[in-house]
């Protein structure tokens, strides 16, 4: 079983960043990549990125390209996701999740391809 523990999130103003972080632990091969998606009130959970632990390689979502970054402690199984430039929108649980797939990052996810999710936290972009 993977379990994924995400930092909390928190309230900023827009123009600001946030970066959160995913901390996995698991069996070698219980996971090969880590996802990152969002999900606002009323609205369906939206995948927002990808790490692959295979060759390291990263997707994006298109309209967040160049904006939110995600990467790996080098030493620790920690994936963060840095959010640049928060734009202000609804309230949104920002939630990591781990795929069993090791082709997981060759395409944009959806909620299907991931197993074990995290607990989620809550970011706020508010003026």
């Known amino acids: 079983q993977v379990q994924l523990v995400e930092s909390v999130g928190g309230l900023v103003q827009p123009g600001e960043s946030l970066r959160l972080s995913c901390a996995v632990s698991?069996?070698?091969?219980?996971?090969?990549?880590i996802g990152w998606f969002r999900q606002a009130p009323g609205k369906e959970r939206e995948w927002i990125s990808c790490?692959?632990?295979?060759?390291?390689?990263?997707r994006y979502r298109d309209v967040l390209k160049g904006r939110f970054i995600t990467t790996k402690e080098k030493t620790k199984n920690i994936v963060y996701l840095q959010m640049n430039n928060l734009k202000i929108e609804v309230d949104a649980v920002y939630y990591c999740?781990?795929?069993?797939?090791?082709?997981?990052?060759?395409?944009?996810?959806?909620?299907?391809?991931?197993?074990?999710w995290g607990q989620g936290t809550k970011v706020t972009v508010s003026s």
């Open positions: 999740a781990s795929s069993d797939a090791i082709q997981a990052c060759d395409m944009d996810g959806t909620i299907q391809d991931y197993n074990y």
């Open positions: 698991g069996r070698t091969g219980d996971y090969w990549a």
């Open positions: 790490f692959s632990f295979v060759d390291e390689s990263t």
